[in-house]
């Protein structure tokens, strides 16, 4: 009996030490499998704008709450906003998770603002065939064009202070990250990595986690050691909302937009009767007007389109036989050439837009142009004007005064000589209701 017993506490003990082990393996597994989620959002082919800023805001603090391993930007940008940059740069530098910006894929760069969100980064990695650089800032005055000479040497010398504090914080080249500003210098992958301006040099998504696996990194809550080398990835999508404001704020977009709206307004002033044009009008400028306030506009240009529109407007209600729309024309094409009057050409109205509207616009002038010329030379058809010329029949003798009939109608004539009734006659003139008339020579 005591066998038995002792038998019996035997497998009990086995049995709880087993369903022990059981509940701590799970649980660390589910720990495991909870700690090794990696987020990833996707910056690709973006003008660093405030929807970007919006973008990676939210991913960090999803990526906090889903308590993922780290979050990886891949970036491919020509570069943006200076505000907008020093926006993200600050989100990057206080994120509770670490921050991996990753220059992907091939053949992407990280150019000017890019150049301070990679060097802000926990990781900077780049892919094959990429590459890094040209950071110099330049800044326009929104009312004429570029500012001077010595606050441009000033906002360069404070975005030199800015890029070497990052550079410092990260541990990374400080000496190029200077160059990058002052100089624009740009570098490859190969050289970016020899140079400890990045980290990791990575083909796909696959090798930069493996890669990443085991590395420990600071943020400012905590020590990281990280776990990616079999990780899931939770990619973090731009929502409808973000997309449509992203393509919104593009120069080329927002200047057709605002070019659509004032000629639907145009047309709805011409031709009376508030209708689709003109609402289709109204929102298109409410949304270029929308993008004129994010991106760096130059009001001189904005007013030399307005005028331009104007002139337009103008010759449809008081024709000047080109003198208006050719005036429109230059200062739509000037305007529009210096609206967004920057370096860049990303943030410029393309000429592949402007040349193809202004010589539109020069045709369609000239063809109604052209039509208001035929329509003033032509003769008057109707009313009596229109019968100056015309050949009439005496319904009465005419002397001096009588009646004709022409056009289907009957008319008090003169004339200074003698019509027969039933003779044809030429109308010379009309004074008022009466026809001044003449013999037709030789007709009956």
């Not at 690709?44 to 919006?54: F, L, R």
């Not at 709805?268 to 109204?282: N, Q, R, S, V």
């Not at 329509?375 to 009646?403: D, N």
Request: glycine share 6%; charged share 20%; proline share 3%.
């Amino acid at each position: 009996m005591k066998h038995k017993k002792a038998i019996l506490n035997l497998a009990l003990c086995i049995l709880l030490f087993t369903g022990l082990f059981l509940f701590n393996h799970s649980s660390s597994l589910l720990g495991s499998e909870k700690a090794q989620v990696v987020a990833v959002v996707d910056i690709d082919d973006m003008i660093i704008n405030p929807i970007v800023y919006e973008v990676i805001a939210e991913a960090i603090k999803v990526a906090a709450e889903e308590d993922a391993q780290c979050l990886i930007i891949r970036m491919d940008t020509p570069g943006g906003l200076l505000e907008t940059t020093h926006k993200i740069v600050k989100e990057i530098m206080n994120s509770p998770v670490p921050v991996v910006v990753y220059v992907w894929p091939q053949g992407a760069r990280a150019a000017s603002a890019g150049v301070f969100i990679t060097l802000a980064s926990h990781v900077a990695a780049m892919a094959e065939s990429t590459h890094i650089g040209a950071a110099h800032p330049v800044i326009m005055n929104k009312s004429w064009g570029s500012v001077d000479k010595q606050m441009q040497e000033k906002i360069t010398n404070d975005s030199v202070a800015w890029i070497e504090s990052l550079a410092k914080a990260r541990n990374r080249n400080v000496r190029w990250a200077k160059q990058a500003v002052t100089e624009s210098v740009s570098i490859t992958e190969t050289e970016a990595l020899k140079l400890g301006v990045i980290d990791i040099v990575a083909k796909d998504l696959d090798t930069l986690l493996e890669k990443l696996d085991k590395q420990t990194i600071e943020t400012t809550s905590q020590k990281v050691t990280l776990h990616t080398k079999n990780a899931s990835l939770e990619f973090i999508e731009l929502s409808l909302r973000q997309k449509f404001l992203n393509h919104l704020i593009n120069p080329n977009i927002a200047y057709i937009l605002m070019m659509l709206g004032f000629f639907g307004l145009m047309y709805e002033i011409t031709h009376p009767g508030f209708g689709f044009p003109g609402l289709a009008g109204i929102i298109s400028l409410l949304l270029a007007f929308y993008a004129f306030q994010v991106l760096p506009t130059n009001y001189a240009g904005l007013a030399l389109v307005i005028l331009g529109i104007s002139f337009f407007i103008i010759e449809a209600f008081t024709p000047t036989f080109g003198a208006f729309t050719l005036a429109g024309i230059v200062c739509l094409v000037f305007g529009s050439t210096i609206l967004f009057n920057q370096p860049h050409e990303f943030l410029r109205v393309s000429l592949r837009i402007i040349i193809p509207l202004a010589v539109s616009l020069g045709l369609i002038s000239t063809f109604l142009i052209t039509r208001v010329i035929k329509a003033h030379r032509k003769k008057s058809t109707s009313g009596p004007e229109g019968l100056v010329g015309e050949t009439a029949r005496a319904k009465t003798s005419i002397s001096p005064e009588g009646k004709v009939f022409v056009h289907g109608e009957l008319w008090d004539a003169k004339s200074k000589e003698k019509v027969k009734k039933g003779e044809q006659v030429i109308i010379e003139k009309v004074e008022g209701l009466k026809l001044i008339v003449k013999k037709r020579k030789g007709g009956e």
